[in-house]
Nanobody
């Protein structure tokens, strides 16, 4: 069974930093794009950053220049380094990945369980 396990959330003061990790486990043919989304109370889930298998990155305007997404393909892990955090970054952060199943080569999408990031002012 394929699953994503996230870690690294927590409470931090404004201006501080946190690093989120998300590891994919299970049997897959390949992992394509990986990304981070977030959902604040009363708001829709939104894309924070994404990275393709070829390391092309895409960021939301709100985090551009403050957050950095990276991945370790050998470990099937994606990271989100968050710096200069602001109270408005407070949300549950979800990892997401597109992968292909081992035998049928079907493309599927998977979500992590979410990790809380709280930035105090």
């Amino acid at each position: 069974q394929v699953q994503l396990v996230e870690s690294g959330g927590g409470l931090v003061q404004a201006g501080g930093s946190l690093r989120l990790s998300c590891a994919a486990s299970g049997t897959m043919r390949s992992i394509d794009a990986m990304g981070w989304y977030r959902q604040a109370p009363g708001k829709q889930r939104e894309l924070v950053a994404a990275i393709t298998g070829g390391a092309y990155t895409n960021y939301a305007d709100a985090v551009q220049g403050r957050f950095t997404i990276s991945r370790d393909n050998a470990k099937n892990t994606v990271y989100l380094q968050m710096s200069s955090l602001k109270p408005e970054d407070t949300a549950v952060y979800y990892c997401n990945t597109d992968y292909r199943t081992l035998y049928s080569n079907v493309r599927r999408q998977l979500w992590g369980q979410g990790t809380q990031v709280t930035v105090s002012s």
